[in-house]
C-alpha cells in the first residue's frame, strides 16, 4: 500500500465551487508534487514543493493553488476550474528534490467538474 | 520527435507469457530509470529502479538498460492476470532536480 494519503478518493464541483485536494505523508519525504493525469496519458507535473516552500510552478493556471502547511501536508485548492480540468490528480513525495531521489505516488483523487 | 517513445498497446499475451515491454529515448543525460504499474483508477506504483546500465530482478521482474542503444526493458516472467495494467516507463537525468519524463504508458492485459 502507498504510504501517500489523498483524500478524497472521488470529487465532483461544479465551474463556482471551491474545494480542495488534501495529501499527506509520513516518510519524513521533504520534496511533495502534485501532478494531473488524463485518460491515457502519463502524468504531467503541475507544483514541486522543497523544505516547504514552492520550488517549481509549471505554468500552472491560478485557478489552481498549492499550499504546503508542513512537511507532512500537502493541499490543492481549486476554484473557478474548467470541465476539461477533469482529470486524476496525483500528490507524490520524495526524500528530498534530487535527481537520484525515487517519487512515490498517492492512489490520487479523482476530480469532475461539471 | 518526444524525449521517451514507448508503445501504447494495447499488449495481450496468455498467462504465464514472458512479457516484454521497451521505452526508447533521445536524452543521452538520463541516467535514472524507472518503470511504475498503474491499476486501472489508481496511482502509478513504483516497480523498479535502475541507476546507468546494467540489469536488476526483483521476483518475476528485471529492468534492463542499455545506454549504448538508449533503449530500456522490462520483462515479466510468469505473468499473472494481475500483472494486468498500464506500464510507465520514467527518467530522469543526474543534474540536479531534474523532471522525471514519463512515456506514454503500455496497456497490459494478461489472459487466463
Known amino acids: 500500500d502507498t504510504e501517500v494519503t489523498q483524500t478524497p478518493k472521488h470529487l465532483v464541483m461544479g465551474m463556482t465551487n471551491k474545494k480542495s485536494l488534501k495529501c499527506e505523508q509520513h516518510?519524513?519525504?521533504?520534496?511533495m508534487y502534485w501532478y494531473k493525469q488524463k485518460a491515457k496519458k502519463p502524468p504531467e507535473l503541475m507544483f514541486v514543493?522543497?523544505?516547504?516552500?514552492?520550488?517549481i510552478n509549471e505554468s500552472v493556471p491560478s485557478r489552481f493553488s498549492p499550499e504546503c502547511p508542513n512537511s507532512s501536508l500537502l493541499n490543492l485548492h481549486l476554484h473557478a476550474l474548467q470541465p476539461e480540468d477533469s482529470a486524476l490528480y496525483l500528490c507524490?513525495?520524495?526524500?528530498?528534490?534530487?535527481?537520484?531521489?525515487?517519487?512515490?505516488f498517492g492512489e490520487g483523487s479523482w476530480l469532475t467538474v461539471v | 520527435q518526444k524525449e521517451v517513445e514507448q508503445d501504447p498497446g494495447p499488449l495481450s499475451v496468455p498467462e504465464g507469457a514472458i512479457v516484454s515491454l521497451n521505452c526508447t529515448y533521445s536524452n543521452s543525460a538520463f541516467q535514472y530509470f524507472m518503470w511504475y504499474r498503474q491499476y486501472s483508477r489508481k496511482g502509478p506504483e513504483l516497480l523498479m529502479y535502475t541507476y546507468s546500465s546494467g540489469n536488476k530482478e526483483d521476483g518475476r521482474f528485471t529492468a534492463q538498460v542499455d545506454k549504448s542503444s538508449k533503449y530500456i526493458s522490462l520483462f515479466i516472467r510468469d505473468s499473472q492476470p494481475s500483472d494486468s495494467a498500464t506500464y510507465l516507463c520514467?527518467?530522469?537525468?543526474?543534474?540536479?532536480?531534474?523532471?522525471?519524463?514519463f512515456g506514454q504508458g503500455t496497456r497490459l492485459t494478461i489472459n487466463p
Open positions: 516518510m519524513g519525504h521533504r520534496a
Open positions: 520514467a527518467m530522469r537525468g543526474i543534474q540536479g532536480a531534474q523532471k522525471l519524463v
Open positions: 507524490a513525495s520524495s526524500q528530498r528534490h534530487i535527481s537520484g531521489n525515487t517519487i512515490y
Open positions: 514543493y522543497s523544505y516547504e516552500k514552492l520550488s
